[in-house]
């Protein structure tokens, strides 16, 4: 069996599913290394897998992105962006623009050496890597190394043709549609950072890697062998360009995913004072709109009498303790993959995991989309029949325990219907099909 090195970003939400993917891949009996920040050592042993420290970019998120210990200049950022959120999509994903085009390319060539010595020192035979992790794949590119991509979210994260733009979602919501002009000011930004981050890539693979093919658009670079997409193969979505062996595996969560004693009595307190159990959480670095979790609880607790709730409130948990009581649950973190097959619904960001996750467990969701590929995921959502979309910006109280009445009453079968399908894949899925596509695909003298 092979030897694979899974590189991983810095960042909870992708280096978990990659260490999954990774542990997977192990049991299939493969050598496996996983490559990350040695905050994240800890993932590799929970997989048993070998660990190699690797930093890949300046900013990071260990699970609580408030809590992450970050510089000034990256702190200052996450403030900007959370304040962007509050003004609505455009103006967040413009942020997550401006962020990108100033940090497109952080320390390429740290990046490249240190790739360099991992392969002189393990000698994998092939890679795995973040689709996202974009100095980690022109690294790759330009030493000629062989590589699997890992598309953690949205599948229109690979580009799947000239119009597509990074940044800009492949279709939107029904009540977060923006205007055109909005529109269009968006789209330009996205081409101007795809053109600047092009030309960056274009000038490094020059001077690093003169004799080799030039790496073209940078945005759209990913394996020519096999790119594993970590949801389901929807057909609405956009067709991939043709090449490498596309796989959906529906859902990257490991499984079993115990409670745990402590949290199976928390549950029993709650099903005893409210019937339903809703999850609420949205993601690791927007816990912080504690203005949304409150709105959320609120209209949960006053608007129904059968129903109570588990918060996930990061670094805001102080700020939402007031909430706390015999139906609700306010806690730093929570684990989200074993809850999920104990509550009746979930409220969530649109992130690829929490979709995907709510998927695999049968729940349907509420959805709030604020950034980055949330409002491609939460069209989905709305389109596949697995949650119902609210603004998080324009959210009433009374919005949130109508829309759950909604999916309860509506949508539980189409859901249940879509965990069928979706629990036929899975990491152990994944690895065993990726083994076989770079099996046939790669060899390495």
């Given at each position: 069996?092979?030897?694979?090195?899974?590189?991983?970003?810095?960042?909870?939400?992708?280096?978990?599913?990659?260490?999954?993917?990774?542990?997977?891949?192990?049991?299939?009996?493969?050598?496996?290394?996983?490559?990350?920040?040695p905050a994240f050592e800890d993932l590799a042993r929970?997989?048993?897998?070998?660990?190699?420290?690797?930093?890949?970019?300046?900013?990071?998120?260990?699970?609580?992105?408030?809590?992450?210990?970050?510089?000034?200049?990256?702190?200052?950022?996450?403030?900007?962006?959370?304040?962007?959120?509050?003004?609505?999509?455009?103006?967040?994903?413009?942020?997550?623009?401006?962020?990108?085009?100033?940090?497109?390319?952080?320390?390429?060539?740290?990046?490249?050496?240190?790739?360099?010595?991992?392969?002189?020192?393990?000698?994998?035979?092939?890679?795995?890597?973040?689709?996202?992790?974009?100095?980690?794949?022109?690294?790759?590119?330009?030493?000629?190394?062989?590589?699997?991509?890992?598309?953690?979210?949205?599948?229109?994260?690979?580009?799947?043709?000239?119009?597509?733009l990074f940044g800009v979602p492949y279709d939107w919501?029904?009540?977060?549609?923006?205007?055109?002009?909005?529109?269009?000011?968006?789209?330009?930004?996205?081409?101007?950072?795809?053109?600047?981050?092009?030309?960056?890539?274009?000038?490094?693979?020059?001077?690093?890697?003169?004799?080799?093919?030039?790496?073209?658009?940078?945005?759209?670079?990913?394996?020519?062998?096999?790119?594993?997409?970590?949801?389901?193969?929807?057909?609405?979505?956009?067709?991939?360009?043709?090449?490498?062996?596309?796989?959906?595996?529906?859902?990257?969560?490991?499984?079993?995913?115990?409670?745990?004693?402590?949290?199976?009595?928390?549950?029993?307190?709650?099903?005893?004072?409210?019937?339903?159990?809703?999850?609420?959480?949205?993601?690791?670095?927007?816990?912080?709109?504690?203005?949304?979790?409150?709105?959320?609880?609120?209209?949960?607790?006053?608007?129904?009498?059968?129903?109570?709730?588990?918060?996930?409130?990061?670094?805001?948990?102080?700020a939402l303790a007031d909430l706390a009581g015999d139906?609700?649950?306010?806690?730093?973190?929570?684990?989200?993959?074993?809850?999920?097959?104990?509550?009746?619904?979930?409220?969530?960001?649109?992130?690829?995991?929490?979709?995907?996750?709510?998927?695999?467990?049968?729940?349907?969701?509420?959805?709030?989309?604020?950034?980055?590929?949330?409002?491609?995921?939460?069209?989905?959502?709305?389109?596949?029949?697995?949650?119902?979309?609210?603004?998080?910006?324009?959210?009433?109280?009374?919005?949130?325990?109508?829309?759950?009445?909604?999916?309860?009453?509506?949508?539980?079968?189409?859901?249940?219907?879509?965990?069928?399908?979706?629990?036929?894949?899975?990491?152990?899925?994944?690895?065993?099909?990726?083994?076989?596509?770079?099996?046939?695909?790669?060899?390495?003298?």
């Amino acid at each position: 069996m092979p030897r694979v090195v899974v590189v991983s970003p810095p960042f909870m939400s992708h280096a978990r599913p990659l260490s999954v993917l990774a542990g997977a891949l192990g049991l299939q009996g493969a050598d496996v290394h996983f490559a990350c920040a040695p905050a994240f050592e800890d993932l590799a042993r929970q997989e048993g897998v070998g660990f190699v420290p690797l930093s890949v970019t300046r900013n990071a998120n260990t699970g609580v992105a408030e809590a992450t210990q970050q510089d000034a200049q990256e702190a200052a950022r996450l403030r900007e962006f959370l304040d962007a959120t509050r003004e609505g999509a455009v103006s967040a994903l413009l942020a997550q623009a401006r962020h990108r085009r100033a940090d497109m390319l952080a320390d390429p060539d740290g990046v490249f050496d240190a790739l360099r010595s991992i392969d002189r020192e393990l000698r994998p035979d092939w890679y795995v890597v973040d689709q996202l992790s974009y100095p980690v794949t022109l690294a790759l590119h330009c030493l000629g190394l062989p590589y699997a991509s890992f598309c953690p979210g949205h599948p229109s994260y690979v580009l799947a043709d000239p119009d597509a733009l990074f940044g800009v979602p492949y279709d939107w919501p029904d009540v977060l549609r923006p205007a055109p002009g909005r529109l269009r000011e968006l789209r330009t930004a996205a081409r101007q950072n795809d053109e600047a981050f092009t030309a960056l890539f274009e000038a490094f693979a020059r001077r690093r890697a003169p004799s080799r093919p030039a790496p073209g658009r940078a945005f759209a670079l990913s394996s020519p062998h096999a790119v594993v997409h970590a949801y389901p193969p929807f057909p609405w979505l956009p067709k991939p360009p043709q090449g490498p062996a596309r796989l959906f595996t529906g859902h990257m969560a490991a499984d079993p995913d115990p409670l745990g004693a402590e949290w199976e009595a928390r549950l029993r307190r709650l099903r005893g004072n409210g019937g339903r159990l809703v999850l609420v959480a949205l993601g690791t670095f927007l816990s912080a709109r504690d203005d949304v979790l409150r709105t959320i609880v609120t209209g949960l607790l006053d608007g129904t009498r059968d129903a109570s709730v588990v918060v996930a409130a990061g670094e805001r948990t102080a700020a939402l303790a007031d909430l706390a009581g015999d139906r609700v649950e306010v806690a730093r973190s929570v684990p989200q993959r074993a809850l999920l097959d104990h509550v009746d619904a979930m409220v969530h960001h649109g992130g690829g995991n929490s979709f995907t996750e709510c998927l695999r467990a049968g729940v349907p969701a509420v959805v709030l989309p604020f950034s980055s590929d949330q409002f491609s995921v939460a069209r989905d959502a709305e389109r596949s029949g697995a949650g119902v979309v609210l603004d998080p910006n324009a959210l009433s109280p009374d919005e949130v325990p109508a829309a759950l009445e909604t999916v309860w009453a509506t949508l539980e079968p189409r859901v249940s219907a879509l965990a069928e399908s979706v629990g036929q894949h899975g990491p152990r899925w994944a690895a065993g099909e990726l083994l076989a596509a770079m099996g046939a695909r790669v060899s390495r003298t």
